[in-house]
């Protein structure tokens, strides 16, 4: 009996090549494994497709509940965004995938897995370390990042093997997606100089054909999490895909920017993330209303480094334990509610109210009720001010030049 394989499978060209190279290279018996992260497949087409191609056995699961509450929202809670721009959409699902494939590799008694990544990828990082954490035993296999084939010659490959692809020599898109966000990959896009087409996006309009007419949101949050759209109450995986829906439909959610991926090469990358991009916006509003000064620009460093945890593909480390323990501290006040307006491409915060809020009304107005008292801001200056004064006196005005000096002739040429 031959030794079995557990493929993480797309149903793409790269996963779909696989079957029959994994087979005529290392005799093993193939079983796929299709995770459902919001895909939007017909997964029992992916099923059908995978058996055709060879696998001995096929497995479709729906793990949408569990990315949502086990990943995204933590990383919502965190604020993570890598490199201040990408969700990580296509980064938070790998460790999960890897530790389901390590799942069932276990159920089937197979020796290894494998996945579908190529060798200047950082998809190959987070597969393989999560695997090397949950169950250093197994062989790790990426044909992709063994064969040696151009896109091309793969998609030869597979139709050499009589496997349907999704993609054409024209249309040669490789595109990830998920729940909290689309990535869009090679053809035109590896020129940085060239607009991403139309084409490309499926989840947001261009700003040209957006409605007219501006659209509100609210958004409830318990704990950091969201729990509520407009008032009613929504399980976290509903509320993403209907945020996915109506923020999409106001061109909101697009991502053109230069990477720096994790092998150590720049790379052009296209994204959509429409739930993603208000969600995170309107999270960091709550927290701007109840989160100290302090605690605000500590998260922001905790933020980065969250990011580029997932991003580095190192979700299942005691590092992440540490920072999750911290980022779950943070967010036991940030409950309440934000409003966004969305418009022509821009979604922008009008409103939050929060029952935690460090917004004291009082203290901020000039109008009547205003119980500030402003006799005590001069002491509270000259406190503050006093070691600027010291220098002053000891150093500064010593210096008849230096990078703080107004140039002679200056004030003269404004009077004038």
Not at 102 to 111: K, L, N, W, Y
Not at 170 to 179: C, H, V
Not at 286 to 301: G, H, I, P, V, Y
Not at 315 to 327: E, G, I, K, L, R
Request: glycine share 8%; hydrophobic share 40%.
């Amino acid at each position: 009996m031959a030794d079995k394989v557990v493929l993480a499978y797309s149903g793409g060209v790269d996963t779909s090549a696989a079957i029959p190279w994994l087979k005529e290279k290392y005799g093993f018996d193939v079983i796929t494994l299709c995770l459902d992260v919001g895909n939007e497949k017909d997964f029992s087409l992916v099923e059908d497709k995978a058996i055709k191609a060879g696998a001995v056995k096929s497995l479709v699961m729906d793990i949408k509940d569990i990315f949502t509450r086990y990943f995204i929202f933590p990383a919502l809670q965190a604020d993570a965004l890598y490199e201040g721009q990408y969700p990580l959409a296509t980064a938070l699902s790998r460790p999960l995938m890897a530790k389901m494939l390590v799942d069932v590799a276990r159920q089937e008694g197979a020796v290894a897995v494998a996945h579908g990544c190529t060798g200047k990828g950082n998809d190959q990082v987070r597969f393989d370390v999560s695997v090397m954490a949950l169950a250093p035993d197994l062989k790790i296999i990426a044909p992709a990042r063994e064969w040696g084939m151009t896109r091309e010659e793969t998609i030869s490959y597979a139709l050499s093997k009589g496997i349907p692809l999704p993609v054409t020599k024209k249309s040669p898109f490789s595109i990830d997606e998920n729940i909290w966000g689309r990535s869009i990959e090679c053809g035109v896009l590896e020129d940085p100089w060239v607009e991403p087409p139309e084409e490309v996006f499926a989840w947001t309009k261009p700003v040209n054909k957006t409605p007219e007419k501006s659209r509100y949101l609210e958004i409830g949050f318990e704990k950091g999490v969201p729990v509520s759209l407009d008032g009613k109450d929504m399980d976290g995986t509903s509320l993403i895909i209907e945020m996915n829906k109506i923020v999409g439909e106001h061109g909101i959610g697009r991502i053109d920017h230069i990477e720096n991926r994790l092998v150590g090469i720049k790379s052009r990358e296209v994204y959509e993330a429409p739930a993603a991009t208000a969600l995170l916006k309107a999270h960091l509003a709550l927290e701007a209303l109840n989160l100290s000064k302090q605690q605000m620009r500590f998260k922001e460093k905790v933020a980065s480094e969250y990011a580029d945890m997932i991003y580095n593909g190192l979700w299942f480390t005691s590092f992440h334990q540490d920072m999750a323990a911290y980022v779950q501290s943070s967010q036991r006040h940030i409950s309440g509610v934000i409003k966004l307006k969305l418009w022509k491409g821009n979604c922008v915060v009008v409103g939050r109210k929060s029952p935690k809020s460090l917004y004291n009304f009082s203290l901020a107005t000039y109008d009547k009720g205003d119980v500030f008292d402003q006799r005590d801001s001069p002491g509270f200056i000259h406190i503050w001010g006093l070691p600027v004064k010291v220098q002053a006196q000891a150093q500064l005005l010593t210096q008849a030049e230096g990078p703080m000096s107004i140039p002679p002739g200056v004030v003269k040429q404004l009077k004038d």
